[in-house]
């Protein structure tokens, strides 16, 4: 079993940055493991937003965020974390950080269902 915790989220003005923070506990991941990250705002649907292979070799990233987000990994602190920058009003939402204790291969990282673990989430606030 996997517990997940995500931290970091808050209020920012368009243009700033945030960064957030997901420690997982319970079950350590092999290097084939996979973390990430979802968003979903209200009244819309749950939106891939980054992932990164355990090893940290492989990362993935919506065309939303690319460019602007970086997803990063410190396995000593089992703790994945997503750097958001030049944040946009679009960019808020509730974040919630996923696991998968296995490979997610690559036709499925955008796929929620490929998870089994997801965290309660953290607000994110975009407004001036």
């Known amino acids: 079993q996997v517990q997940l915790a995500e931290s970091g989220g808050g209020l920012v003005q368009p243009g700033g940055s945030l960064r957030l923070s997901c420690a997982a506990s319970?079950?350590?991941?092999?290097?084939?493991?996979?973390m990430g990250w979802f968003r979903q705002a209200p009244g819309k649907e749950r939106e891939f937003v980054a992932v990164i292979r355990w090893s940290g070799t492989s990362t993935n990233y919506s065309d939303a965020v690319k460019g602007r987000f970086a997803i990063s990994r410190d396995s000593a602190k089992n703790t994945v974390y997503l750097q958001m920058n030049r944040l946009k009003p679009e960019d808020a939402a509730i974040y919630y950080c996923v696991a998968a204790t296995e490979r997610v291969i690559l036709s499925r990282v955008r796929d929620g269902e490929a998870y089994g673990y997801w965290g309660r989430g953290t607000q994110v606030t975009v407004s001036s």
């Open positions: 319970g079950r350590t991941f092999n290097n084939g493991g996979t």
